[in-house]
């Protein structure tokens, strides 16, 4: 090479690597987002075929990405709450069920939460909404790499004034959500209201949207990563004074008008802080609708049952993925994801590494990106519920179900005026259900695909064997402990 030629090359170079370096500081880190709904039915929204008007929704999917089959990891609070952060399922982080008031217990310390991975790599977080990872100082949000918490430590209906405005038909359990302590407000690790009132409630859903817009703002030149896991539209269900009666609805269709006009405030602060198009919004569920309680409860339909079932109204969720310029706008997939997959997506688009534990989630950002369907990361995916019980798995296309006891209206309405009805008890059935063919979970074709019952049995085994199965008291070789209490250890007020 002549000294001219070798000139060149090195100015090329250094032109190259200088393009690079202006690159790599004109792209910022993308802020994540994610609105985090309780008991949300899987048709309460305009997307998926709801009459409640939710224009900002409507404007979410337009403008990003539909998932028409997006499970949670169990169809209840704590359980679902701890997968979405850790990006494992629940049962390898030992939480199972929902945590009430008198629990000592909560997500482990060992776990890396969402959180925490972006604050590994320099940004500011906050949640905004309801916790129910463990309500003691140690399991708070502070202690799981959050900045910035307020909100309440558990469920809405663990709210002693609820028994009052929804009389309970079954005396034992009023009973004890009397003998319940006040549903607080917290703010970091401290109690600043010991007992939220009916205003308080009233006020919730603009409350987080306005504390959750602050930080936004404070924050709009650093990455941020922002949860709000609102406590709506969870029983008892409140709006307030600025929605009532929009959406022509009732009651509950005015609480989801209030959610979406809360995710139109965060819209409009990113846009008018030019942060929309660096930005990912995630919007999904925890399970799906509480449907004993009727008219303030949502809707699953056409899916089978609801909330505390591993049919499909229980466990698939509502959920839209929007960022300008990056989710090719109105695409949808009916391809099998998961909130376990949350994680280890935004660890790639962030830079962050994963997890040092083992967790079940994959990294599905080429699938977000992508205008064309792809085929589900999940071979398989384990349905568990009650105490690490295996109660299904899953494929793409095919789902079976393993005897067991469940929660039924059998046909049944709902409850009225606040109140609801109780539930019959029925036991499920060995039953393969072909999704693609029957999304309601109608018809046994268990004779009919052998060999598929073959190939889920043989999967069900080998989760059995790293996550256990309560059923046939099998302990797995890979669970996790949840968090407990210690001698010592801080309380809160009660």
């Known amino acids: 090479m002549t000294d001219f030629l070798r000139i060149v090359a090195g100015i090329l170079i250094s032109l190259h690597l200088g393009l690079a370096l202006t690159a790599e ?10 609105i985090f709904i309780d008991d ?11 009459e409640n008007p939710t224009p900002n929704l409507d404007r979410m999917a337009r403008e990003g990405k539909k998932f028409t089959d997006f499970l949670v990891s169990a169809p209840v609070c704590s359980s679902s709450r701890a997968s979405l952060l850790t990006g494992a399922y629940n049962v390898r982080v030992g939480i199972s069920g929902a945590y009430n ?21 320099g940004y500011a977080t906050a949640v905004f909404g309801k916790w129910h990872l463990g309500h003691h100082p140690k399991f708070l949000p502070p202690n799981h790499g959050f900045d910035e918490f307020v909100g309440i430590p ?6 002693p004034l609820h028994p009052t405005i929804a009389t309970f038909p079954d005396p034992e359990r009023s009973k004890r959500k009397k003998g319940f302590p006040g549903l607080p407000l917290i703010k970091n690790d401290q109690v600043i209201n010991p007992a939220i009132s009916v205003q308080d409630q009233v006020d919730m859903t603009v409350t ?15 990455p941020f990563f922002l949860y709000i896991p609102h406590p709506m539209v969870h029983v008892p269900v409140f709006v307030s004074e600025k929605n009532e009666g929009k959406s022509g609805r009732g009651l509950y269709g005015d609480t989801v008008y209030e959610l979406d006009w809360s995710l139109g405030e965060i819209f409009k602060t990113l846009e008018k802080h030019k942060l929309d198009e660096n930005t990912l919004v995630i919007f999904t569920s925890d399970n799906g609708p509480w449907l004993s309680y009727g008219e303030t409860s949502g809707v699953a339909l056409p899916l089978r ?3 505390q079932t591993i049919f499909a109204g229980g466990v698939r969720v509502p959920t839209l993925m929007w960022w300008p310029g990056k989710i090719p706008g109105g695409t949808v997939t009916d391809s099998l994801y998961s909130t376990i997959d949350i994680l280890p997506t935004v660890a790639h688009l962030i830079g962050a590494d994963l997890p040092a534990l083992p967790i079940d989630g994959h990294d ?3 699938h977000l990106f992508s205008g064309k369907q792809k085929k589900s990361p999940h071979e398989t995916y384990a349905l568990y519920h009650g105490p690490g019980q295996l109660w299904g798995i899953r494929n793409e296309r095919f789902k079976l179900v393993f005897p067991h006891s469940y929660r039924t209206l059998k046909g049944r309405p709902g409850g009225a ?23 309601s979970e109608t018809m046994n074709v268990v004779e009919k695909f052998p060999e598929v019952v073959a190939e889920l049995e043989k999967a069900a085994d080998e989760y059995r064997k790293i996550l256990g199965d309560g059923f046939k008291d099998i302990q797995g070789t890979e669970v996790r402990p949840e968090g407990s209490l210690e001698p010592g250890d801080a309380r809160l007020i009660w």
């Open 417 to 439: 005026n606040r109140r609801p009805v109780l539930y019959d008890s029925a036991m499920a059935e060995y039953a393969l259900y072909d999704l693609d063919n029957d999304i």
């Open 154 to 159: 558990y469920s809405n209906d663990m709210w």
């Open 101 to 121: 008031p008198h629990a000592t217990r909560g997500l482990h310390s060992q776990e890396t939460t969402l959180a925490e991975l972006c604050k590994s790599v």
């Open 25 to 34: 500081k004109s792209s910022p880190k993308p802020n994540i987002i994610i």
């Open 305 to 307: 049952e609801g909330k």
């Open 40 to 50: 949300m039915g899987y048709s309460d929204i305009g997307p998926f075929g709801s």
């Open 208 to 222: 987080l949207t306005e504390l959750s817009i602050d930080f936004i703002e404070r924050n709009q030149d650093n």
């Open 364 to 366: 599905i950002s080429d």
